[in-house]
């Protein structure tokens, strides 16, 4: 077996150069004498410091042999490769280990994508939503249904939720997440007539989870309004949404083997066992549900109302448009409501 050159050898070659280098450089700036001092330091320290590797390489390992493995212990050399091989084993374990929470983690997206998408297939969780949620969620079923929608902001939207257009006429939405035994009579949709008005818009929606007073009802007729409530609120849900999808179960990767295990979506994480035996932690829960756009624009977090591209000294992203009142902003590569 060949012997590599020693540390402190190959500096030793190397003096003469940085003597050279040095000396030209102070004749060419013109401080030889004050240069020359430093460059005699930097060559006593380089010197110590390659005498000192010299000696260790020489120095006789704990078997006797001089030089250790350079100088041919083979129980060094053992030991080295022995070394080595368990270096080869721990980054092939390592890149194993980052490909798994790699994956782990793409996983996790897709599959609180496609659960999300599958939440609001199913009627029953437009009546667990947050206001906010709700709003958003009405939303994207207009958009899927085939209409443009522009949300109005979360607070002071003065009388509307959001604006449709569609086959070159003009909606407004307004959203009320009430109670099951919530009641909407008919000046709440008086007042949403005259927001109408005021936007002269061609018709209207309004949806709610509670139910509406025959009087509600009677003056929302003559009014060019559909309502929704809480019997009829799956009409809207199964046309936007033909197939009802099971939003109750994840698909979840574990993080010892990579191996995908289902496990069931509460509000609280749970434990299983994947198919080699090894403990998995959901890392889905129905709190990560969120909205995600069939449009490529998203929603704001803080105030629900649907971001613009904005252009910055750092590149374009997604910004409030109620800004400097929302500063809410998120990456051009973000989508959906967290």
């Not at 450089?25 to 460059?39: C, D, Q, R, S």
């Not at 019997?231 to 099971?246: E, G, K, M, Q, W």
């Amino acid at each position: 077996m060949g012997r590599s050159s020693s540390p402190s050898v190959d500096r030793i070659l190397l003096f003469p150069y940085v003597i050279l280098g040095w000396v030209a450089l102070a004749h060419y700036i013109g401080f030889f004498p004050a240069l020359g001092i430093v460059v005699v330091v930097y060559i006593l320290a380089w010197c110590a410091e390659a005498a000192r590797e010299w000696r260790n390489a020489r120095k006789a390992c704990e078997h006797g042999i001089r030089a250790g493995a350079r100088g041919g212990c083979q129980v060094c050399l053992a030991e080295e490769a022995r070394m080595e091989a368990e270096r080869e084993v721990q980054a092939v374990d390592q890149a194993r280990r980052q490909a798994i929470d790699d994956g782990a983690k793409r996983l996790r997206e897709e599959e609180i994508e496609r659960l999300s998408k599958a939440w609001l297939s199913n009627t029953e969780a437009y009546f667990q939503m947050t206001p906010l949620q709700f709003e958003c969620a009405i939303a994207e079923l207009f958009k899927r249904l085939g209409y443009e929608v522009i949300q109005t902001p979360f607070s002071n939207d003065g009388g509307k939720d959001a604006i449709a257009r569609k086959d070159g006429k003009k909606y407004l939405i307004e959203c009320k997440r009430y109670a099951s035994s919530n009641s909407i009579g008919r000046r709440d949709v008086q007042i949403f007539v005259a927001a109408m008005q005021d936007e002269k818009a061609d018709g209207g929606f309004y949806i709610n989870t509670g139910i509406f007073t025959r009087t509600a009802t009677k003056y929302a007729a003559i009014n060019r309004i559909d309502l929704y409530d809480r019997l009829t609120l799956s009409l809207l849900v199964n046309r936007a949404y033909p197939i009802s999808a099971d939003a109750s179960r994840a698909n979840v990767m574990c993080l010892e083997c990579g191996a995908v295990t289902s496990m069931p979506v509460l509000d609280d994480p749970v434990t299983g066992v994947c198919s080699n035996g090894h403990s998995v932690s959901s890392n889905i829960v129905k709190a990560n549900f969120r909205i995600f756009s069939s449009s490529d624009i998203p929603y704001c977090d803080r105030c629900g109302a649907l971001m613009k591209l904005v252009s910055g000294r750092r590149g374009r992203f997604w910004g409030c448009p109620r800004y400097p009142a929302c500063g809410s902003i998120k990456p051009l590569t973000r989508r959906g409501l967290r």
